[in-house]
């Protein structure tokens, strides 16, 4: 994924399926938290307030 604005693209297309607001990322269809970044790491969000024990991406610059 890349960011443009407060919105996330997958590399492979060209809609944004997420938006960003702080530390969390939410999904554009669902309207549900799906990852939470901590510094450079993400984590994905299983629901409940429950996160991946590893991180799913890396928030490169």
């Known amino acids: 994924m890349y960011q443009r604005g407060e919105y ?3 590399l492979y ?13 939410f999904c554009l269809t ?6 939470w970044i901590l510094g450079k790491d993400v984590y994905g ?3 409940n307030g429950e996160l991946t024990r590893e991180p799913v991406f890396y928030y490169g610059d």
């Open 30 to 35: 669902t309207q549900r938290i799906t990852y």
């Open 45 to 47: 969000h299983l629901g």
């Open 8 to 10: 996330l693209y997958p």
């Open 13 to 25: 297309g060209g809609s944004a399926e997420h938006w960003v607001s702080g530390d969390y990322a």
